[in-house]
């Protein structure tokens, strides 16, 4: 069985930084797309940033400049670098992984972790 473990979540004043892991557990052969998306209260989920297994990013234009996405293939970990976050930065964050394969020839379409809390007090 496969699941995702997001860490690094917390609470930071305006101007700050964090950093978010989340490591695929399980028999992984590789995974295709990782990526970060949160919640804040009230809102929809939304789009943080991805990225593929031969590194290819994406961000939400809200971010970019300040988050920074990487991973760690080899032990199928994926990070978010967040800098000189503000409030409304604030949200649950989640991690997701796409086209996730097993040794055992499993296939994974999306899992997601269950999330880990970001607060940026002004």
């Known amino acids: 069985q496969v699941s995702l473990v997001e860490s690094g979540g917390g609470l930071v004043q305006a101007g700050g930084s964090l950093r978010l892991s989340c490591a695929a557990s399980g028999i992984i052969l590789s995974v295709n797309t990782m990526g970060w998306y949160r919640q804040a209260p009230g809102k929809q989920r939304e789009l943080v940033a991805t990225?593929?297994?031969?590194?290819?990013?994406n961000y939400a234009d809200s971010v970019k400049g300040r988050f920074t996405i990487s991973r760690d293939n080899a032990k199928n970990t994926v990070y978010l670098q967040m800098n000189n976050l503000n409030s409304d930065d604030t949200a649950v964050y989640y991690c997701?992984?796409?086209?996730?394969?097993?040794?055992?020839?499993?296939?994974?379409?999306?899992?997601w972790g269950r999330g880990t809390q970001v607060t940026v007090s002004r």
């Open positions: 997701r992984a796409d086209g996730t394969r097993t040794y055992g020839g499993t296939i994974y379409d999306q899992l």
């Open positions: 990225i593929t297994m031969s590194d290819t990013t």
